[in-house]
């Protein structure tokens, strides 16, 4: 099932946003519709990347053992005085996920910019997206989606809300594992509010996966749950298919991973049956990102079909036409060697 990309000759890097018509050229469409991801450079303002990395640090208690100005107090995982297991303000380990903020105007104002909206447009459709609602309930208000289970990122009203990642100091080096998200949307981003290097925990895609992935779904844009019963607890969550889950070791085997680094202001636009990971952190910096989940006004009503025979029947038009052509040079500044 691997596919070869489809070079052209003529590289047309185009990793930016065109500035004056706010488009993803057609080079970039055919690379997000071939491999289900795209990072886009520069497309968050930064001065709200930077007010978002202070309503994180300010988010400290002051009496923390990590200091903003000492690199050196970064290193994970967090010490047993700074542990909250609050699902709205979680640090716990090596993850800090801050998503009491996701609603607050700050974070709407930065994944649901005039720029975002014109791309999450040009790939979902025109007047089809689902606004984000300034003041209203973020992810992780609910706890989470089962005893001991993640929380639900469907169960929200705006941002995911700010991911950090500590750095893993001489923690040694994991392989690196896949997964997909259960829950229903059309459209990922990650947003960096702050520059990661290779290695530095950034977004982790494996590149083709949504076409391997889409057909061994029960539905198109949602996963079956088995309900939680306290005296029923052998088997609870998101029920997967047996291709599915054969499927996915092949993934985990045969593909390597996409390592999504970059610079402040840089998105990573995602399907939803592409396989990924937060990646590990091996840097000596920590990882801090917006995330976003951008539906579709009929959400609702196509989730719950089974996946069509054309994948991208519901997408833009001109996602559906684009041809999945690119230069080899625009391959590499996707990471994709």
């Known amino acids: 099932?691997?596919?070869?990309?489809?070079?052209?000759?003529?590289?047309?890097?185009?990793?930016?946003?065109?500035?004056?018509?706010?488009?993803?050229?057609?080079?970039?469409?055919?690379?997000?519709?071939?491999?289900?991801?795209?990072?886009?450079?520069?497309?968050?303002?930064?001065?709200?990347?930077?007010?978002?990395?202070?309503?994180?640090?300010?988010?400290?208690?002051?009496?923390?053992?990590?200091?903003?100005?000492d690199p050196t107090t970064h290193i994970g995982p967090f010490d047993k005085r700074d542990v909250k297991t609050d699902h709205l303000d979680l640090r716990?380990?090596?993850?800090?996920?801050?998503?009491?903020v996701g609603t607050e105007p700050l974070l709407i104002d930065l994944v649901f910019s005039q720029a975002l909206q014109a791309i999450a447009t040009q790939l979902l459709g025109d007047n089809m997206l689902h606004p984000p609602q300034v003041g209203g309930r973020p992810m992780?208000?609910?706890?989470?989606?089962?005893?001991?289970?993640?929380?639900?990122?469907?169960?929200?009203?705006?941002?995911?809300?700010?991911?950090?990642?500590?750095?893993?100091?001489?923690?040694?080096?994991?392989?690196?594992r896949c997964h997909t998200d259960g829950h229903p949307f059309n459209l990922g981003m990650v947003g960096l509010i702050d520059a990661v290097p290779r290695d530095?925990?950034?977004?982790?895609?494996?590149?083709?996966?949504?076409?391997?992935?889409?057909?061994?779904?029960?539905?198109?844009y949602d996963q079956p749950r088995i309900p939680y019963y306290p005296h029923l607890p052998s088997y609870k969550g998101i029920l997967h298919t047996p291709e599915y889950l054969a499927e996915i070791k092949k993934i985990n085997d045969d593909t390597p991973a996409v390592d999504c680094w970059g610079s402040e202001g840089d998105v990573v636009l995602w399907h939803h049956r592409t396989a990924h990971m937060a990646g590990h952190n091996y840097s000596d910096k920590i990882r801090q990102a917006v995330l976003y989940d951008?539906?579709?006004?009929?959400?609702?009503?196509?989730?719950?079909?089974?996946?069509?025979?054309?994948?991208?029947?519901?997408?833009?038009?001109?996602?559906?036409?684009?041809?999945t052509t690119y230069s080899r040079a625009f391959s590499e500044s996707q990471h994709l060697g």
């Open 1 to 69: 099932m691997e596919k070869v990309p489809h070079f052209i000759t003529s590289p047309s890097i185009g990793l930016k946003l065109d500035r004056e018509t706010m488009q993803l050229t057609t080079e970039q469409l055919g690379f997000f519709k071939d491999n289900g991801y795209l990072i886009v450079a520069g497309v968050m303002d930064r001065q709200l990347c930077a007010k978002a990395r202070d309503r994180l640090w300010n988010s400290l208690p002051a009496t923390s053992k990590i200091k903003r100005n």
């Open 200 to 220: 530095g925990g950034g977004f982790k895609v494996w590149p083709g996966s949504h076409r391997r992935l889409y057909s061994t779904f029960q539905m198109s």
């Open 92 to 100: 716990q380990g090596y993850r800090w996920q801050l998503r009491s």
């Open 294 to 323: 951008f539906t579709r006004n009929d959400l609702d009503h196509s989730r719950m079909h089974a996946p069509r025979k054309d994948m991208w029947h519901d997408w833009s038009g001109s996602l559906r036409q684009v041809k």
């Open 140 to 176: 992780g208000t609910q706890g989470a989606a089962w005893p001991d289970g993640p929380v639900d990122p469907a169960d929200n009203q705006g941002a995911r809300g700010i991911y950090a990642t500590l750095p893993y100091g001489d923690r040694p080096r994991e392989t690196d």
